[in-house]
C-alpha cells in the first residue's frame, strides 16, 4: 500500500482527499502546516512516506519552502504541489523548488489519482528509460561516445544507466527521479532532438492536459546540476522551437 503524506490546511479539503485517496488503496498520513509535515518527515512514520501532495497555500511556512526543505532532505520524494489559482508565477516557483508536478485545485479524485500513479512510476528504479527514444524532431544521432556495457561517458560526465548513477568529474551528482528520467531518455541518443510532448509523455507518462512548463523546470534543475555554466550549456541543449538534445555537440 503506497504511503502518501497529504499536506493541506483547509480540514474539509483534507478530509475529502484522505478520503477518496484510501479508498483508491493509498495509506495516508495528513498534516496541516508545513512544519508539522517537515516533523512527521524527519520521524519515524516519514521513513515510510512514498509521496507527497503539497498544498502551496499553506499557513506559516508556504509550500513553496517547504518544498525546498524537503527536496534539501531527499532528493527521490516524489512532490506534487497543489495550487489554487493555474497562476503562472506560483506554477513555474514551486516546480523550480523542486516539485515534480501540479495540480490545480479543486481536483477531481481521477486527475489527482492519475498523477498519483505516475509520479509513483516514475520513483522507481528506471533501468532502461529512454533506450531506444524515438518520436523525436530532429536528425542525426550524434556522434558516437565512449560505452562500456550500460555506462557511458560524455566528457566529464558519466552515466551509468544500470548503476542509475550519474557522476561529474567524479563526483556523484544526486538526482530526484524526475531530472534522471529526463537525462536518461536525452542521452539514449545524443544529437537527437526530442520534443517536449516526447518528454512529457515518456517521462512524466502525461498523454493528457500535458504542460511543458513540467519540461522546462526539470531541465533547468537537471542543467544547475551536470552543467558547468548552466547558462551555457553543453549537455541539455535547448534547440528553439523544438525541444531539448543532447550533448556536447
Known amino acids: 500500500m503506497p504511503q502518501v503524506l497529504l499536506i493541506e490546511d483547509d480540514t474539509s479539503v483534507r478530509d475529502g482527499m484522505e478520503l477518496v485517496l484510501r479508498r483508491h488503496g493509498y495509506g495516508v498520513e495528513t498534516a496541516a502546516t508545513g512544519e508539522e509535515a517537515l516533523a512527521l518527515l524527519a520521524g519515524e512514520r516519514g521513513a515510510a512516506v512514498e509521496l507527497a501532495v503539497l498544498d502551496l497555500m499553506l499557513p506559516g511556512m508556504d ?3 517547504v518544498c525546498r526543505r524537503i527536496r534539501a532532505r531527499t532528493a527521490t520524494l516524489p512532490i506534487i504541489m497543489l495550487t489554487a489559482r493555474g497562476d503562472d508565477e506560483d506554477i513555474v516557483t514551486g516546480l523550480e523548488a523542486g516539485a515534480d508536478d501540479y495540480v490545480v485545485k479543486p481536483v477531481t479524485a481521477p486527475v489527482l ?16 528509460a529512454g533506450v531506444g527514444a524515438s518520436g523525436s524532431a530532429g536528425t542525426g544521432a550524434g ?14 560526465l558519466v552515466i ?4 542509475l548513477t550519474v557522476t561529474k568529474h567524479g563526483t556523484p551528482v ?48 537537471l542543467r544547475a546540476k551536470i552543467e558547468d555554466v548552466p547558462a551555457r550549456p553543453r549537455y541539455v541543449q535547448t534547440v528553439r522551437g523544438f525541444g531539448y538534445r543532447f550533448g556536447p555537440l
Open 63 to 65: 509550500g513553496f519552502e
Open 113 to 128: 489519482e492519475a498523477r498519483i500513479r505516475a509520479a509513483l512510476r516514475r520513483a522507481e528504479p528506471a533501468a532502461g
Open 143 to 156: 556522434a558516437g561516445r565512449p560505452h562500456h556495457g550500460d555506462r557511458s561517458e560524455h566528457g566529464g
Open 160 to 163: 551509468d544507466r544500470a548503476g
Open 174 to 221: 544526486a538526482l530526484p527521479p524526475t531530472e534522471l528520467r529526463v537525462l536518461l531518455e536525452l542521452s539514449a541518443a545524443p544529437g537527437r532532438v526530442l520534443t517536449r510532448e516526447h518528454l512529457l509523455a515518456s517521462v512524466w507518462d502525461h498523454t493528457f492536459l500535458g504542460d511543458s512548463r513540467l519540461v522546462d523546470a526539470a531541465v533547468g534543475r
